[in-house]
Structures are given as structure tokens and as C-alpha cells.
């Protein structure tokens, strides 16, 4: 709605560059590498999700606030995108990680909280979709921005608050 009523883009348009910004969830075996990786480095995941969560905060807030053009648009909506899948792919690592160690501390456990995960990421995004609609129905775009730019919050509250253990060269393993 967004892209045609106001960057005046069409229907055939819209679909070529919403598919080019979400290309990287298609490669996204090979962005697991390159976080796993990352995590080596960086050691903690809060160090990886409390910036990009607080870049995706600063992209939807200029969406709110200014008006752009279509490649500015579009640009801010594959950084966001960006962003999303890499705090997907950590939060994916995390849970792997307490699966892993849950299994390790009790010997007759098969634990897998990815499922879990999977379930409560399926429902937010039913639920997105949903109030999302109503939303830009009822309010002006910006108003569904700024909405949007709350929900980064939430994983930099998570991981501030989530106790973890430095991750070493020697503890970390390859997930993918």
C-alpha cells in the first residue's frame, strides 16, 4: 500500500524489488556460516543483536518521521531485513546451544527447543499479519512505523537481561 499510494510504484515493480530484498533469507545456510563465525569473534550474542535491533529501531524511525524515495525505501527495507535475519539466525544458535547443553546435562534428554521457536515466530507473524492490516487501515503509514519500531525492543531487552557465557574459539561449534 505504502509503495504504491505514496512512492507511486507499480504492482510489477513492487514484487521484483520486495524479492530482491529478501534474496539473503534465501541464501540464509550461508549467512548461518558467517554468524557462527561472527559469534567466534564477538563472543557474547548481545553484541550482535543489540546493534542490529537498534539499527532496525533507527530505519523505522525515519520511515516515521521523513518521507523517502523508493530506492531509499528500498534500501531501508533490506537493511531491515538484514538485520531480522540475523537476529533469526542468532536466536537459532542460542537455542541449539541450551538444546545442546540440556542433552549434555541430562543424559536421557533429546531436548530441541527449536520447535518451540519455529511455533511462537509462525504465531507473530500470523498475528502481524493481521493487526498489521487493521492497522494501516485505521491509521496513517507512519503511525504503523512507528507501531513497528517498538518491536525491536523486545531482543534488546531479551539479551540484556539473558545471562550467557563468553563463547571461545574452543567452545564454539559450527551449527550448520
Not at 515493480?13 to 530484498?21: D, G
Not at 538485520?83 to 541430562?106: A, D, G, P, R, T
Request: aromatic share 14%.
Amino acid at each position: 500500500m505504502y509503495q504504491k499510494d505514496h512512492l507511486n510504484i507499480g504492482p510489477e515493480n513492487i514484487q521484483f524489488f520486495m524479492a530482491l530484498v529478501f534474496i539473503p533469507w534465501s541464501v540464509k545456510p550461508i549467512f548461518g556460516y558467517i554468524v557462527d563465525k561472527m559469534m567466534r569473534v564477538v563472543g557474547y550474542t548481545r553484541l550482535i543483536i543489540v546493534p542490529s535491533s537498534f539499527l532496525r529501531i533507527v530505519l523505522l524511525v525515519i520511515l516515521t518521521h521523513y518521507k523517502v524515495g523508493a530506492f531509499a525505501f528500498y534500501t531501508i527495507v533490506f537493511v531491515n531485513s538484514l538485520c531480522l535475519l540475523v537476529e533469526n539466525i542468532v536466536l537459532e544458535y542460542i537455542l541449539v546451544k541450551s538444546s545442546k547443553k540440556e542433552n549434555e546435562n541430562l543424559k536421557k534428554s533429546t531436548s530441541n527447543h527449536l520447535p518451540i521457536y519455529f511455533g511462537f515466530r509462525a504465531t507473530g507473524s500470523l498475528i502481524g499479519s493481521i493487526t498489521g492490516g487493521r492497522v494501516i487501515h485505521h491509521y496513517s503509514i507512519q503511525t504503523a512505523f512507528a507501531i513497528a519500531s517498538i518491536f525491536p525492543i523486545f531482543p534488546i531487552l531479551a539479551s540484556l537481561f539473558r545471562s550467557e557465557e563468553h563463547t571461545s574459539e574452543l567452545q564454539s561449534h559450527s551449527f550448520i
